[in-house]
C-alpha cells in the first residue's frame, strides 16, 4: 500500500491522505488513511486524475506521484 495525499476528503472524517493498492493482490480499494473508509476504487481514481491531468490547472508533485503509481499497476496488471 502508498500513502498518497489527494485532491479530495474522506466522506466519513474528512482526511485527505488515503492508501492506494500497489499490488494486485492488494486490490483495487483506495482507503482512508485515518479512519480506513474505502473511498473508492482505483479504475475510479485514475480517471479522476486524468482528469486533472487534462486540465493541467496545478501541476502538483502528489498528483504525479499518484499518476505513476497507477501506471505501474497498469503495466503490472
Ligand atoms: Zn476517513
Not at 473508509?37 to 502538483?60: Q, W
Amino acid at each position: 500500500m502508498m500513502r498518497v495525499a489527494l485532491d479530495m476528503e474522506c466522506d466519513e472524517c474528512g482526511h485527505d491522505q488515503f492508501m492506494l493498492p500497489v499490488q494486485k493482490k492488494q486490490g483495487d480499494q483506495v482507503t482512508c488513511v485515518q479512519c480506513g473508509k474505502p473511498t473508492c476504487h482505483t479504475s475510479d481514481l485514475e480517471s479522476a486524475l486524468g482528469a486533472f491531468a487534462k486540465h493541467n490547472t496545478v501541476p502538483e508533485p502528489v498528483l504525479e506521484s499518484a499518476t505513476d503509481t497507477l501506471g505501474r499497476m497498469r503495466e503490472n496488471a
